[in-house]
């Protein structure tokens, strides 16, 4: 069974930044096709936040992060990473980590993804 782990999650203030980091505790030689962030926050949906293909070449966000959130990848560590900056109060959910093993163009859809870690909760005080 996969097992994505996420860690970096903690308390920060507004206008803050924190960095999350995703890969596979039990084998760290699998490269998925695609990774990416979504996030939760009690009564709501699950929500897209940002994906990213194989080669990292292709990216994809939530309208309301983009400019302060990048995602990237580390291959050769089979690692991803989502770096959150200028943080806002609206930015607090449990942030989960997700993978998926065919690449089609689409990155947004929660349906794509096949692997899910735990979540990190992800809180930003005023």
């Known amino acids: 069974q996969v097992q994505l782990v996420e860690s970096g999650g903690g308390l920060v203030q507004a206008g803050g930044s924190l960095r999350l980091s995703c890969g596979n505790s039990k084998d760290n030689s699998i490269r998925y096709d695609m990774m990416g962030w979504f996030r939760q926050v009690p009564g709501k949906d699950r929500e897209f936040v940002a994906g990213?293909?194989?080669?990292?070449?292709?990216?994809d966000y939530l309208e309301s992060v983009k400019g302060r959130f990048s995602i990237y990848r580390d291959n050769a560590k089979n690692m991803v990473y989502l770096q959150m900056n200028s943080l806002k109060i609206e930015d607090t959910a449990v942030y989960y980590c997700a993978a998926g093993d065919r690449f089609s163009g689409i990155l947004h859809s929660s349906r794509r993804y096949a692997y899910w870690g735990q979540g990190t909760q992800v809180t930003v005080s005023s």
């Open positions: 990213i293909g194989r080669t990292g070449s292709v990216t």
